[in-house]
T-cell receptor
Framework: DGGITQSPKYLFRKEGQNVTLSCEQNLNHDAMYWYRQDPGQGLRLIYYSQIVNDFQKGDIAEGYSVSREKKESFPLTVTSAQKNPTAFYLC????????????????FGEGSRLTVL | GDSVTQMEGPVTLSEEAFLTINCTYTATGYPSLFWYVQYPGEGLQLLLKATKADDKGSNKGFEATYRKETTSFHLEKGSVQVSDSAVYFCALRALYNQGGKLIFGQGTELSVKP
């Protein structure tokens, strides 16, 4: 079945450690996104990528890094510079960012919950 | 900048009650509008969408009408079920949107009691 796979589902990190969250899609989508979800704050965009080897900062990129070396993969690294990393992280994709029809929706993975101990 | 505002939750209803979750937006031009649903511990699923004024999106008994004059996209369902308990997010995709990203409201938690 086509879809987006995030791993791990749960992750615990000690302060000062970097962690990487995996996001893989087999939908052949060009664009991929990382959102952070905190209780009562909705979803905030961290990074997005419209095409392989290119990505842009979202609204809360500080303390995070990404790469897009393959079309199907968009890993997110939460660095030790992120002051409050405990959150639920959601990866999403869409068919194409450039020229996307106005109805173009995002498809989401199941999420990864990161807890800093 | 573009933004979405939803009514605060939690909203608690009895089974078979009528549901309305308010959503208003601020955006330049004519954005596309979406409602997503999130069940506990899961990602978001698209519930319905509308791309132009007066369009009505509908799915699984839920409806929302794109009202440009009031910049609103309220979600409604005539008779809720316990299985509708979830968090509902309203979102927009701006007309001149670089990257195809969506802007989300803060979410409204719905709890339906038997």
């Amino acid at each position: 079945d086509g879809g987006i796979t995030q791993s791990p589902k749960y992750l615990f990190r000690k302060e000062g450690q970097n962690v990487t969250l995996s996001c893989e899609q087999n939908l052949n989508h060009d664009a991929m996104y990382w959102y952070r979800q905190d209780p009562g704050q909705g979803l905030r965009l961290i990074y997005y990528s419209q095409i392989v080897n290119d990505f842009q900062k979202g609204d809360i990129a500080e303390g995070y890094s990404v790469s897009r070396e393959k079309k199907e993969s968009f890993p997110l690294t939460v660095t030790s510079a992120q002051k409050n990393p405990t959150a639920f992280y959601l990866c999403a994709s869409s068919i194409s960012a450039r020229g996307t029809p106005r109805s173009g929706e995002l498809f989401f993975g199941e999420g990864s919950r990161l807890t800093v101990l | 900048g573009d933004s979405v505002t939803q009514m605060e939750g939690p909203v608690t209803l009895s089974e078979e009650a009528f549901l309305t979750i308010n959503c208003t937006y601020t955006a330049t031009g004519y954005p596309s509008l979406f409602w997503y649903v999130q069940y506990p511990g899961e990602g978001l699923q698209l519930l319905l969408k509308a791309t132009k004024a007066d369009d009505k999106g509908s799915n699984k008994g839920f409806e929302a009408t794109y009202r440009k004059e009031t910049t609103s996209f309220h979600l409604e369902k005539g008779s809720v079920q316990v299985s509708d308990s979830a968090v509902y997010f309203c979102a927009l995709r701006a007309l001149y949107n670089q990257g195809g990203k969506l802007i989300f409201g803060q979410g409204t938690e719905l709890s339906v009691k038997p």
